[in-house]
């Protein structure tokens, strides 16, 4: 019997298989930084598009009653409406508060920080969501 009648069997060496292991883990290192970019940005959008839905919500109650939701009737509102217990994609509530001109609605963005500038925010005097402090828009 000949000894090496192993060696013509069809396969892959050690050497070539971590040559391949090493390819991939250069092209994830190069994917991974553009990636997790990417998945920040859809976390945003997400917010920014709740905003608008609980801003929509907002004004339809304030046509029908001619005046904005109190804070226990914002939170109401929202549960009527399919949006109870909404969280931002952080995991913080949103906040809504009312002032003397009208409403703030608020998620602290990824930072969770009160007056940060990556808060992202929607008051009665703004169309879309916004992003930074809400000081000068109530």
């Excluded at 190069?30 to 990636?35: E, L, Q, S, V």
């Excluded at 804070?71 to 952080?90: C, H, R, S, T, Y």
């Excluded at 169309?127 to 930074?132: A, D, L, S, V």
């Amino acid at each position: 019997m000949d000894k090496g009648w192993w060696r013509n069997q069809g396969g892959f060496t050690l050497m070539e298989v971590m040559v391949v292991l090493l390819i991939m883990g250069v092209l994830v290192a190069i994917a991974m930084p553009g990636f997790s970019g990417q998945v920040e940005k859809a976390r945003v959008s997400r917010t920014m598009a709740e905003l608008k839905s609980m801003q929509t919500l907002v004004e339809l109650y304030n046509l029908e009653h001619s005046e904005y939701p109190k804070a226990e009737q914002f939170k109401e509102l929202m549960a009527e409406n399919g949006l109870g217990d909404i969280k931002d994609p952080w995991d913080r509530e949103y906040s809504y508060t009312l002032n003397g001109k009208g409403y703030i609605i608020l998620s602290h963005g990824p930072s969770g920080e009160g007056d940060a500038a990556d808060n992202i925010y929607i008051t009665n005097n703004t169309r879309e969501p916004k992003q930074g402090s809400p000081g000068g828009d109530d």
